[in-house]
């Protein structure tokens, strides 16, 4: 599917959001997988593994011509013809030639990405060829006229009164709702399919080029019908799946079954090395073709940035635990590869245009990176595409206004201060905009916005600075856009805990933005000046630490920054200096400060991790420990790691996403019992304050530095619970 329109997509997202059985599969299969996932792995060292896989992918793509030398060599001499194609429509060419001229009427296939990638069944039925999908998945949406919804499990959007539905049109017979049935009925009509056929299409997940062996892993019997009863087998395959040995294969096999539906091994592994015999052909032997397509690979495995694309092994994980997949599903998030690495390849291999909206529909949480069977950096990877659709087809209005602002401080600051004044006619009196002004209304509605603070931050800093004798530590704040002029009193909080341990704050008044909304517009130029401003504004001040309680802020600061590109070297020694110099509140709280538990709290604590924070500064330690020291009961909620849906500008591009997964958050965190919600991000804040407050829920957000300040004082944490 190719979105002409901005409008045209959303509507079709706001479709997706509202069919309650995608909503039901979707979010059924998501909130299972990371617990399958990690039962399949259980005693295995996952990072290790996923390192091993890294390391023989990068090798493997870095000598693709070689290895593909080698594979047809090996291949040949066991009796392979092998063709090479430069495109899609080549591969197209090469594959209807190889049935025209083996007198081919009948063809089966089974599952393939890349034959979806070159959209070859359209191809060959415009030649007047029969072709049916053998994968049980792959012929239901053969017989809708639909992709793929995933790439490991095509028909996952579908219920099964659907595909009775399909069955009974199919076999004009009307079939039950029963899953056995429907089964047994697929296998009935295909049957016959397998042994008329003339030809066998198949993908492979290895080419192994020391033997010259393909190697198709599936969780069904037609691959292997597929490759046997015709009298024509064709593979068709990317150049990534080259690999050396039998042995890097294996590796891989460790992990993808694992990692694509939470298996611990798969049903099917088959390897084949030359023609088998085929009774119906004229020398007895199988005709038998491998075709690697090449559309881009190439161009992608010499590309400094974008090489490690190739790793990918087609695991499908990126999108399980995508929260924007588990709302819209495969159609919305793909064109024909689906979720955060269909973002990227769609732009290589179908288009500018077809990738516009999928590269700019990335809430930035970091699970796909977190998940990747291959160390793929998928969200860098996805900006980067961004960035690069940016530049050809301009950037939208919302980043052209985040630019404007952001690039200048003191324009950023003026104009806050301005919104102060403007927010007026719309502000209620416990703290929220109760009435949203037009341009935000409805889509925006979902939830209640924080008024900006009376006073900012960094204008009220002198008079709120604790005053520290002989400090231990002298550490800088960032404060960020929110604390600074939403919610300062988190920092302000902050800093009476850090000078209760004799540890003294300054808050350098040039520092702004960190820089991450640019960013997230695709404006990497502009992110560099700000990135660079605020290095220079803590550059003399000799500080131990450089604190921040926004985990968005802190992850970019330390982990980005130091990977910007386009700085001398003297910038980029000082870049490095502050980026190591940065820490969370929670881990500076941990390391440096004690504080005494209040047996009198009592209050019943839930918790949301900001995905910067755990994923980004892959800080996989529970706040539980710290929570139930300050005096509090802590019980865990469901989503807990799970994005809560703000994703900084992404909530306002996406409010219908952006609602849907905030419920799913409250909804959890209000299961618990719990009266207070905490979390480390102001960002997370802002989303799930506002949202509780909109849907009347009975819990409190707040952020754990204000009851760890007020840990000693309970009637101060009483006055922010409801």
């Given amino acids: 599917m190719a979105y002409t329109s901005n409008k045209k997509y959303r509507k079709e997202i706001s479709h997706a959001l509202d069919d309650k059985f995608l909503q039901t599969a979707l979010g059924n299969f998501t909130s299972n997988y990371p617990q399958s996932r990690e039962n399949a792995f259980n005693g295995k060292n996952i990072e290790e593994l996923i390192h091993g896989i890294t390391d023989l992918k990068r090798k493997s793509v870095s000598h693709i011509n070689e290895l593909y030398s080698l594979f047809k060599q090996k291949a040949t001499e066991h009796g392979a013809i092998i063709h090479l194609a430069s495109d899609a429509e080549e591969a197209n060419s090469i594959i209807e030639k190889i049935a025209s001229e083996g007198n081919v009427r009948s063809i089966v296939k089974s599952k393939s990405m890349t034959s979806e990638e070159i959209h070859l069944n359209d191809h060959l039925i415009s030649k007047g060829f029969e072709v049916v999908e053998t994968d049980l998945g792959e012929w239901i949406i053969q017989l809708r006229h639909e992709g793929p919804s995933h790439m490991v499990m095509p028909a996952i959007h579908l219920s099964k009164g659907q595909v009775a539905e399909t069955f009974s049109d199919e076999t004009k017979q009307s079939q039950p709702e029963v899953i056995k049935t429907l089964v047994s009925v697929a296998r009935k009509e295909l049957r016959p399919r397998f042994l008329k056929a003339d030809m066998g299409i198949t993908g492979a997940n290895f080419a192994i080029a020391g033997t010259g062996t393909i ?26 799946k080259l690999i050396e040995t039998v042995d890097e294969a294996l590796k891989i096999l460790e992990v993808l079954p694992k990692n694509a539906t939470g298996q611990k091994i798969t049903s099917y592994i088959t390897w084949i090395t030359g023609r088998n015999e085929c009774k119906s052909s004229a020398d007895g032997k199988k005709e038998y073709h491998i075709v690697f397509l090449d559309n881009k690979r190439s ?106 602002l952001l690039k200048n401080r003191k324009m950023f600051h003026r104009f806050l201060k301005i919104a102060k004044t403007g927010q007026k006619p719309f502000t209620g009196n416990d703290g929220f905009i109760r009435h949203l002004p037009l341009i935000l209304y409805k889509e925006h509605s979902f939830r209640t916005l924080p008024v900006l603070a009376d006073e900012p931050l960094r204008d009220k800093w002198k008079s709120i600075k604790p005053v520290v004798n002989n400090p231990k530590l002298k550490i800088g704040i960032f404060a960020g856009c929110l604390d600074d002029f939403v919610y300062p009193e988190q920092v302000e909080a902050a800093i009476k805990l850090f000078a209760a341990n004799n540890i003294e704050s300054f808050m350098p008044e040039e520092q702004s933005c960190c820089g991450l909304p640019l960013m997230m517009t695709g404006d990497k130029k502009n992110s560099k000046i700000v990135a660079l401003r605020n290095v220079m504004a803590f550059k003399d001040g000799g500080y131990d630490a450089i604190v921040t309680l926004c985990a968005s802020c802190a992850s970019f600061l330390k982990g980005s920054y130091p990977e910007m590109e386009g700085f001398n070297d ?12 940065i820490t969370d509140f929670r881990s500076f709280v941990n ?23 755990i994923r980004g500064l892959n800080l996989k330690e529970s706040a539980e420990n710290l929570i139930t020291k300050a005096g509090y009961k802590f019980v865990r909620s469901e989503f807990e790691n799970q994005c809560c849906g703000f994703g900084g500008t992404y909530t306002v591009k996406y409010p219908e996403i952006s609602a849907a997964q905030l419920e799913k958050k409250l909804d959890a965190a209000e299961k618990t019992g719990a009266e207070i919600l905490l979390t480390e991000c102001p960002g997370c804040i802002m989303q799930l304050r506002g949202g509780a407050d909109k849907q009347k829920r009975n819990i409190s957000v707040l952020h754990l530095s204000e009851i760890l300040n007020c840990n000693q004082n309970p009637a101060n944490v009483e006055q922010k619970i409801k």
């Fill in 215 to 240: 190697g198709i892993v599936t969780n069904e019997g037609n691959a292997r019908l597929v490759t046997t009863l015709p009298r024509i087998h064709v593979a068709l395959i990317g150049l990534e």
């Fill in 591 to 613: 390391k440096y400060c004690s504080f005494r538990s209040n047996e009198n709290v009592g209050k019943t604590v839930t918790y949301h991790a900001p995905c910067h924070l």
């Fill in 299 to 404: 161009e992608i495995a010499n590309d400094k940035i974008f090489s490690d694309i190739l790793n990918c092994i087609r695991c499908g994980a990126c999108a399980n635990v995508c929260p924007v997949y588990g709302h819209i599903g495969g159609h919305m998030m793909g064109h024909v590869y689906i979720g955060p690495v269909g973002h990227i390849l769609t732009y290589f291999y179908h288009g500018i245009d077809n990738a516009a909206f999928l590269a700019d529909n990335c809430i930035n949480c970091l699970a796909c990176k977190e998940v990747c069977a291959a160390g793929i950096d998928l969200p860098s990877l996805i900006k980067e595409i961004q960035i690069r659709i940016n530049e050809r087809k301009g950037r939208p209005v919302i980043s052209k206004t985040v630019t404007a």
């Fill in 570 to 581: 003297e910038e980029k020694e000082q870049i490095t200096r502050f980026a190591g110099k």
